[in-house]
């Protein structure tokens, strides 16, 4: 559910007519409406309100700081996999003692800063970083809270590029090894084993994989808790079962976080420990929207091209995932249907938004939503080709706000330098 819905035949995000906000603010820009916001959070923290849990967003899938602000005011923790990301959520006020560090190339900066920051656990992804982590931590005078990232080897059935849990993938810990890692970092000084850590991917359409991933989990979990390593002092207090559940797109049926919750739930029985959480997608996704205004419609004895003002630039998922986003008119139209593609004015032929879309001919001027921009959207935009990134907009009922500017030239050659034997 999401308030982007057409009101007289215009679209509108909330109370306000994106026609409104193209003509001030201009386009592109992503457009993100508070209130999907907050159901989407509301509605996936309640599915969980029978277990102690905690939801960290994740940072990465929208990391302005307006939302940022809202999800710390809501009481939510954050999920980050930078140096960059702590500062964020710092910034918005977030509580230190809600933030998991997940990453399997976390720097010796990033890591000081984030212990010196008071992050409630390091999830730990190979056996190099665990002795980094301990001599790091003991540089800086600290334990380090963590937990190990475990790789169950599930498949997600999701895109290659965003499955993390299987065998092959570059994350966490073989499950085969983690007793053995997990005797490892129990012996280690400036270490503190607090929690069991697993992610399997992205954009998730069924409960299995994640029944299966957390069926294996418990098993090491077991050994751990009450098994053969029980006497080694096992402090796991928290069970971190990552993000990943999948939204509509196109014709996807994802499960709705309840049953998503009612899956992971049961298969906690027995176990006392705080469930952690890393949604992303699934609450700000089809929060936003990716205004566009059409520049051409170009005919060639070959295809139809609606050429538009966005691009791979400011919104890479097409060209890089061969996603589908769907693209709606602002205003509702009953002009003839076309098979199109939609592309931008980037000089590859990997931009585009859609490929071979039936879309009614759009004329020179026309705006363009392209839908489910709010998760991966603005976060991996680029200054590719030099276009200044688009703005953030951030719809309130009746309001909005500019959440971040639209860039200027000017900050595209911020921090450039012409060294002295070329002036
Ligand atoms: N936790 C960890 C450790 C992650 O790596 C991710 C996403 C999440 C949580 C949040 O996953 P979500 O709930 O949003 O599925 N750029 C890609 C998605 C990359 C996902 C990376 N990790 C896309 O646009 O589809």
Redesign the pocket.
């Known amino acids: 559910m999401h308030h982007f819905e057409y009101r007289n035949g215009e679209m509108h995000a909330e109370a306000v007519p994106l026609k409104r906000i193209a003509k001030e603010v201009g386009t592109p820009a992503y457009v993100y409406s508070l209130a999907t916001l907050r159901r989407h959070y509301q509605v996936f923290d309640s599915a969980f309100a029978q277990v102690r849990h905690i939801v960290c967003f994740?940072v990465?899938?929208n990391s302005n700081l307006a939302l940022l602000r809202f999800f710390a005011k809501e009481g939510s923790g954050f999920?980050i996999?930078s140096g960059g990301e702590v500062f964020r959520a710092l910034k918005v006020g977030g509580d230190p003692k809600k933030i998991v560090f997940?990453g399997v190339g976390k720097k010796k900066e990033e890591i000081e800063y984030a212990l010196n920051a008071g992050i409630l656990m390091f999830?730990v992804e190979s056996e190099p970083e665990l002795v980094a982590l301990n001599e790091i931590a003991s540089g800086v005078g600290k334990k380090a809270p963590i937990s190990l990232r475990i790789n169950p080897d599930v498949d997600p059935q999701t895109?290659p590029y965003?499955s993390?849990g299987m065998k092959k993938a570059k994350f966490g810990v073989d499950i085969q090894r983690s007793i053995e890692t997990y005797k490892r970092a129990a012996a280690l000084k400036n270490i503190d084993v607090v929690g069991v850590d697993c992610?399997i991917g992205?954009?998730l359409t069924s409960v299995s994989p994640f029944v299966d991933a957390l069926a294996k989990v418990r098993e090491y979990l077991d050994r751990v808790l009450v098994g053969e390593l029980k006497k080694e002092g096992a402090q796991i207090r928290y069970l971190d079962l990552?993000?990943?559940?999948g939204i509509n797109y196109h014709d996807e049926t994802p499960p709705l976080p309840d049953e998503y919750a009612r899956a992971i739930i049961r298969g906690l029985e027995g176990l006392d420990i705080t469930l952690i959480l890393?949604?992303?997608?699934?609450i700000v996704g089809n929060a936003g929207i990716l205004l566009i205004e059409v520049q051409f419609v170009k005919e060639t004895e070959a295809k139809k091209f609606v050429i538009v003002d966005g691009g791979m630039n400011d919104l890479i998922?097409p060209a890089l995932?061969g996603?589908y986003q769907a693209i709606q008119p602002v205003v509702e139209t009953r002009a003839e249907k076309i098979v199109a593609d939609v592309v931008g004015p980037i000089c590859e032929s990997g931009d585009f938004f859609a490929k071979d879309r039936e879309i009614n001919r759009p004329k020179r001027g026309d705006l363009l939503a392209v839908m489910s921009a709010g998760?991966?959207g603005f976060t991996?935009a680029s200054n590719y080709n030099s276009h200044p990134k688009p703005p953030e907009v951030l719809v309130d009922g009746d309001r909005y706000y500019v959440v971040r500017k639209r860039e200027s030239f000017d900050d595209l050659i911020n921090g450039e330098v012409i060294p002295p034997a070329l002036q």
Do not use: C, F
């Open positions: 994740s990465k899938a999920d996999v997940s999830n895109h965003i993390t992610h992205s954009q990552g993000g990943g559940l890393e949604p992303g997608r699934v998922r995932y996603s998760a991966y991996m």
